[in-house]
């Protein structure tokens, strides 16, 4: 668990992120690599200072995989029609040319008034896919990070990273996208009238086995248990259910292994798949159900998904948003 916070990254210099490229690709390498850099052990912490006061129920929470997040203004005015006042965000970039060297996860919180943690999931050692290098107006990127971000309304109090146990699949050299890390989650302590709860963006590997997820989630209710026993506990985001295991988020044991620990699933209709085409994915394999609210200690309502689409049927991300309302603890 990573507690050290700051208000600007350290960002490795532009020889340093090229001399990572041509490192061999081992899991020690990796790790050695991953620990030395302090921009992947520390938490951001920024926006508009939280109101010091609780949460009142109910109140809606929105988690949203914003693919890179090509469109903050557009996407945070999805987000303030919800009025969720506890926002969960993945895949969002900082100092990516494919983003216009933006930070999208400070102009999103911006917009909405609110304000967050933000932790890297990867450092980004080349421009990103194919089409993402169409949007690129710059051959580099000032920074590289691509990250997990956590917002609210009131405070966020006690921040914290956790990197998930992975096998750095995406430190190899025969990968379009180069990168260091593995994925991570991004929480915090919030309050509400019936007590503190600890709120968690997550967001779990894609190119994996459903074991493989299974373990990442598993190790991730560990780490929130020993960070805050006794705590609700509401973890949203994309879980990858079901991708590159056929597509049949049913088939993924993470379920089973949260119920068995007290925990409830939401992710609006069963139905109803989470992902469609956009401007980065244009010709997705699938439709998939990867977007999920796990909780515990919590009274869940109405769990539904929002469109992507803005008015004029743009896509936003190859995501829809999920939410849900929180009526209060339960017993």
Known sequence: ??????????????????????????????????????????????????????????????AWNLERCLFPLESAAKLKATKAPLILLSEMDEGMARTEQNDPTAIVAGELGMNYAYGVEFLELSLGSEIERSFCRDDFNEKGFHGNALMSSVALKDAFLFRLPGEAVWFNDGNEQPRIGDRCAVGAIVGTEAGPLVAVSVHLESVATAAYRERQMAALIDAVEAFAPGLPILIGGDLNTGNHTGGDFSTDTLFAMAEGRGFECHGGPLDQTSTRPSLITRFPDRTMKLDWFITRGLKIGESHLVSSLNEEGKPLSDHDMVVCTIEGFSA
């Open 1 to 62: 668990m990573i507690r050290s916070t700051v208000s600007a990254f350290a960002v490795p210099s532009q020889e340093e992120r090229k001399g990572f490229i041509s490192l061999e690709k081992t899991p020690d390498i990796h790790a050695a690599t991953l620990a030395s850099l302090a921009c992947m052990n520390t938490v951001r912490v920024g926006g508009v200072t939280g109101e010091d006061r609780p949460l009142a129920f109910p109140f809606t929470v929105a």
